[in-house]
């Protein structure tokens, strides 16, 4: 388990992964070393994972997202999901049940070039059908 100044320290890492090791110890009222310390032992437990980009609404407030459902053979879904992986619009890879397999969201700047990754989609080996739907707007989110 972790301390609270663990997860104290993990929620400003939250907010802002760039914070320095300096702005989180007067943060946390803890000397730097400690705080230098507590971050170089969550990486190792795996607790941190990575550090990453969260996009600000100036950007993400253009995109249109699009859920494209995809009937796969069973055989090929995991070579099916590597490829999907290198389409960068795609921003998840859900598995699912029910009558498709898979998930994936697609964000995109314009519906410009939605046909050309689409079709790059379902002529993928193995994807069997797929279901797309654009999202119109965002009704509740948390």
Known sequence: MISEKDEELLSIL?????ASVSDIARALNVSRTA?????NKLESNGVIKSY???LGSNYTKHLITINVSL???PNLREKICITLRKIHQISHIYSISGEFDLLV???IQSLKHLTAI????CHLEGVERTNSSIILDAIFER
């Open 35 to 39: 705080i230098q310390n507590r971050i």
């Open 118 to 121: 689409l079709d790059n989609i």
């Open 14 to 18: 939250r907010c802002n992964a760039r």
């Open 105 to 107: 969201v697609l964000q």
């Open 71 to 73: 009937k796969v053979n």
């Open 52 to 54: 990453g980009v969260e």
